[in-house]
């Protein structure tokens, strides 16, 4: 299905109540075709921008799980730098020591609540917007060193208040593929979206 038919299904009021749909996980996910990432990228923004206008008012956060990643590791001090720069530093030297670093800690619960804390200061600084949504994406770039499927185990008793929507760049046979190539764990938490 179409990114429009997203766009619809996401202003449609009733799917917009986290109480409703998939009541004991509100997790969603849309999948697409790794190849239309720019144009799924630019969509994103566009149905935030419209899902805000004044007929709707919803306020939609946006979360690029690569960029957060980053982010969190410059937020975390390692001696007198911080990890961020740490592994800048030894990514050379140590490749798969940083590699397996990396991945422990994409996956330490510290990095789940800090994601959430997020969405807890964007739900405080919406002001009268009702918050809906929570988009996530980048799933592709943060390839190896966090799953989508290890990201909604670990993060799914955050999820509260909300519908998470999850954009994942592969193809869903019996099992999600990234890309359409690499398998990844059965994400049978998240309900697929629209592109059934």
Request: aromatic share 18%; proline share 3%; hydrophobic share 40%.
């Amino acid at each position: 299905m179409t990114i429009t038919e997203l766009y619809q299904q996401l202003a449609n009021k009733d799917f917009q109540d986290h109480l409703t749909g998939n009541l004991f996980f509100p997790a969603y996910m849309y999948v697409y075709d790794p190849a239309k990432e720019y144009e799924v990228e630019r969509e994103i923004l566009n149905i935030k921008d419209r899902l805000f206008r004044p007929t709707n008012h919803l306020q939609v956060m946006v979360m690029d799980i690569f960029q957060e990643f980053l982010e969190f590791l410059k937020s975390e001090q390692f001696g007198k730098a911080t990890k961020y720069d740490y592994f800048l530093q030894q990514e050379t030297q140590q490749p798969e020591r940083v590699e397996k670093s990396l991945k422990q800690i994409a996956n330490d619960d510290r990095f789940f609540k800090w994601l959430d804390q997020k969405i807890k200061e964007h739900f405080e600084q919406a002001g009268t917007a009702e918050v809906a949504y929570v988009f996530v994406k980048g799933f592709g770039a943060s390839y190896p060193y966090l799953r989508a499927s290890k990201f909604m185990n670990n993060f799914e008793k955050y999820i509260s208040g909300y519908k998470l929507i999850l954009f994942y760049p592969g193809k869903v046979k019996d099992y999600y593929h990234l890309f359409g190539l690499l398998n990844d764990e059965n994400l049978y938490r998240a309900i697929k979206l629209i592109n059934q």
